[in-house]
């Protein structure tokens, strides 16, 4: 994928993409130098301990092109949540959910 850029814009993306590597995917491929590699990807948040099974149910996303259905899990402590996009109404077990609870050693609360 190409993207076209204007030079203040390709400027300041090889400025930021020095500062944090992950930018680089944005920079033209004559920016990006001759070793580079796309970033590695991000770890996978662990399951948060509220974190249960799929409802079976799903609700409309409010931010994604077209017609997509989130699935809904069981939360501990929101009833259901989705895993990673928010919608009004439900839980959302992503890195930003305040009562969110990590623990390797526990078995989830529900599920």
């Known amino acids: ?9 390709r400027n ?3 400025e930021i993409s020095a500062r944090d590597p992950r930018y680089s995917v944005y920079l033209q491929p004559e920016d ?10 991000p770890e996978p948040l662990p399951p948060c301990l509220h974190l249960g099974a799929p409802t079976g149910e799903s609700v409309a996303c409010p931010s994604c092109q ?3 259905s989130l ?4 939360c501990a402590v ?4 989705t895993l990673a ?15 969110r609870v990590v623990d390797l050693e526990k078995k989830p609360a529900i599920g």
């Open 12 to 14: 300041l993306l090889k």
């Open 66 to 68: 077209g017609s997509v």
């Open 78 to 81: 929101h009833g259901t949540a």
């Open 85 to 99: 996009k928010r919608v009004d109404g439900y839980g959302c077990c992503d890195s930003q959910c305040a009562e």
């Open 32 to 41: 990006r130098g001759k070793d580079w590699t796309p970033p590695p990807e």
């Open 1 to 9: 994928m190409t993207l076209h850029h204007n030079e203040a814009e």
């Open 71 to 74: 699935k809904l899990f069981a």
